[in-house]
């Protein structure tokens, strides 16, 4: 049975917010690792765009947010599959 | 074949617009609906087209770029949404009708004033009557970038002082410029830029959008599916999803994207004073022929790289069904849509005959154009 593993997740205030991470880490993946995924429900129900990551890389998203400033919401801990 | 119809949609379009239209329709999801590889996919594409529209525009950011199917839904979302009764509305006489019925239908249910500040016979407009024409409730004004006619440029950012003097927003039709000619909503102080993508920008017919400064809100002219947000009552605040309800038209926007693509390549500049260069050709071998009349091009501020012309009093139509008959040249006679330009410069009945060139033509199909020409006016002068 698989386990459930801690992520750090970004969420958006727009759709837009989150293709600009996407596009980004598509220019720099190392910079942004993840991915983006539809938001936990955990976090907001509904059907927006989050970015997810292993929890061991938060740091390095939360550089690259504030150094490319790029806007986001809220950052989470979760434990996803 | 040889295409003159440029001003009301490009034709001959750079290769990559139809290569990206095909890739999207067959790798593209809903755009803006789900997280899965071909919604992204769409959404990355149609982020790319954003970003490049406020790159062409200096609009300050991307999300201020909404999307649309044309400049038309552009100017109903924008003259709908910010005048209501007892506001006093600006334009002028060069409008089309894209502008002109939407405020007049403002006019007619909501009691908005409208006021239409002429155009000479030289299709020149007067800003000193232009800025007489403010009043105290004069919250919009909504003016052509260039005529659609005449392909004559007006100075909006003169425009746009005045009106802001005024305490008034500006905004511009920028049908006939955008991807023509150099256009910076911070350094021309436009507060909203409305385009459409099938002309000078060389997308697809459906492609359209408006670009808004920091600080404009505009209501939702629709409202329905927004990808996200679905528990609420109502369209998400945000910019664009706030003025794009229901799925946008990826395939489409994939083809603006590669157009403007394009257009970044080769420079506005460029590819304006291209268009410019052939419709000087052909006036120059056309203007001298008995009886012909051109319109405007006299002004200051330069041409799209549009000739407008009648022989005679022969009927515009007749003109370009001889062109197209006989040199298979396409032309567009009658009424361009323009009915208070027709108006100002004399031609109601008569119309005209419009040649509007893109840099895609040759001087060779000029100079076929410049002999038909020649050919016709001989039959009837």
């Not at chain 2, 060389?202 to 404009?216: E, F, K, M, R, S």
Request: hydrophobic fraction near 40%.
């Amino acid at each position: 049975m698989r386990e459930k593993t801690p992520k750090v997740v970004v969420t958006f205030e727009t759709t837009t917010d989150a293709i600009v991470f996407e596009s980004e880490s598509k220019a720099d993946p190392e910079a942004l690792p993840g991915r983006i995924i539809p938001v936990p429900s955990e976090i907001s129900a509904g059907c927006g765009l989050s970015w997810c990551a292993d929890e061991q890389y938060r740091e390095t998203l939360l550089e690259s947010i504030e150094s490319k400033g790029l806007a986001f919401e809220g950052v989470y801990g979760v434990c996803m599959y | 074949m040889i295409y003159f119809d440029n001003a009301a949609t490009t034709m001959i379009k750079p290769p990559a617009v139809a290569q990206a239209v095909a890739t999207a329709i067959n790798t593209f999801g809903g755009v803006g609906r789900g997280a899965h590889d071909a919604a992204l996919s769409a959404d990355l594409q149609v982020y790319r087209a954003r970003a490049a529209v406020a790159a062409l525009f200096n609009c300050p950011q991307p999300k201020n770029v909404a999307f649309s199917l044309n400049i038309t839904e552009s100017l109903n979302i924008v003259i709908d949404g910010l005048l209501a009764n007892g506001d006093h509305a600006v334009t002028t006489a060069a409008s089309h009708n894209s502008v002109l019925r939407p405020l007049f239908r403002k006019r007619d249910r909501e009691g908005v004033d409208v006021t239409v500040v002429p155009i000479d016979g030289d299709g020149l407009l007067d800003m000193d009557e232009y800025a007489r024409s403010f009043k105290p409730n004069t919250k919009l004004a909504v003016v052509t970038h260039a005529s659609n006619l005449t392909g004559d440029i007006y100075d909006v950012a003169a425009m746009a002082a005045i009106a802001h003097e005024h305490g008034a927003l500006f905004v511009i039709d920028a049908a006939q410029t955008a991807g023509n000619t150099p256009i910076d909503m911070q350094a021309m102080g436009i507060d909203i830029v409305t385009f459409t993508g099938h002309k000078s920008l060389y997308g697809p017919q459906g492609t359209g959008g408006l670009c808004l400064a920091p600080g404009i809100e505009l209501p939702p002219y629709k409202e329905g599916g927004s990808g996200t947000h679905s528990y609420e009552e109502r369209q998400p605040e945000f910019m664009p999803e706030h003025l794009e309800a229901g799925t946008q038209n990826g395939h489409g926007i994939a083809g603006l994207a590669a157009g403007l693509a394009y257009i970044e390549e080769h420079g506005v500049e460029n590819l304006g004073a291209a268009n410019a260069a052939l419709a000087d050709r052909f006036e120059k071998g056309v203007r001298d022929l008995p009886g012909v009349r051109i319109l405007g091009r006299k002004g200051s501020c330069g041409n799209t790289g549009i000739v407008a012309l009648n022989v005679g009093d022969m009927d515009s139509g007749a003109i370009s069904d001889q062109l197209n008959q006989g040199w298979e040249i396409c032309t567009r006679p009658g009424a361009h849509c323009a009915p208070l330009m027709h108006e100002s410069l004399g031609t109601v009945s008569q119309g005209a005959v419009r040649f509007s060139f893109s840099h895609f033509n040759t001087e060779e199909e000029v100079d076929t154009a410049i002999e038909a020409m020649r050919e016709i006016v001989a039959d009837v002068m």
